[in-house]
């Protein structure tokens, strides 16, 4: 019954570090998203997937890679981490079926500093 | 593209007064429009959403949004406002692909007593 979880919840790390950011579901949800959420920007989506292995840019995709082999989990990770990548990360999932079913559910949350 | 616009960063409303937070949205067609509720340190959750039929929606907590196309919002409203609904509250609207939801900057609400 856990729903959606995200690990860790908190993150510091150096300029030019890897760094990834899990997420895992337990409602077999097909849609699953990432977001930041920073101070007078609200969320805004860095990426989306489908269905396991279909992933698609969102509006914010620069300097990050997602990847989707399994429903359930859906890692963020940061190639070479910038300091303009501090932030908040949220992962959401919704499952698919038609408009009245696509309410995303929200992850509790990354908090990311990179120094 | 679609947009959605909060036009109030803060504000403080007495524990027991009425709510009405703003959001305007930007669209072409007919938006899919939603409101989500992030306590200190959570994620988001949701409040309530409008697809289509009666303009007037309800939702969890005692909140409720009114959908009136000619002025292009959405705003959110509560008629008694209690202590634990202190957050920050985001307006979101989905497009072409209504998965893919476009949000607010977000209003944060404080309650006084």
């Known amino acids: 019954d856990a729903g959606i979880t995200q690990s860790p919840r908190y993150k510091i790390t150096e300029t030019g570090r890897q760094v990834t950011l899990m997420c895992h579901q337990t409602w077999s949800h097909s849609y699953m998203f990432w977001y930041r959420q920073d101070l007078g920007h609200g969320l805004r989506l860095i990426y989306y997937?489908?269905?396991?292995?279909?992933?698609d840019k969102g509006e914010v995709p620069d300097g990050y890679v997602v990847s989707r082999s399994k429903t359930e989990n859906f890692p963020l990770t940061l190639e070479s981490a910038t300091r303009s990548q501090t932030s908040v990360y949220f992962c959401?999932?919704?499952?698919?079926?038609?408009?009245?079913?696509?309410?995303?559910?929200f992850g509790p949350g990354t908090r990311l500093t990179v120094l | 593209a679609q947009s959605v616009t909060q036009p109030d960063i803060h504000i403080t409303v007495s524990e027991g007064a009425s709510l009405e937070l703003r959001c305007n949205y930007s669209y072409g067609a007919t938006p899919y429009l939603f409101w989500y509720v992030q306590s200190p340190g959570q994620g988001l959750q949701l409040l309530l959403k409008y697809f289509s039929g009666d303009t007037l929606v309800q939702g969890i907590k005692g909140f409720e949004a009114e959908f009136k196309r000619s002025q292009s919002s959405f705003n959110l409203r509560k008629p008694s406002v209690h202590w634990s609904d202190a957050a920050e509250y985001f307006c979101a609207v989905g497009g072409e692909s209504f998965q893919k939801l476009v949000f607010g900057t977000g209003t944060r609400l404080l309650v006084s007593p």
């Open positions: 997937s489908a269905a396991a292995d279909i992933t």
């Open positions: 959401a999932s919704s499952e698919a079926g038609g408009i009245y079913t696509d309410t995303q559910y």
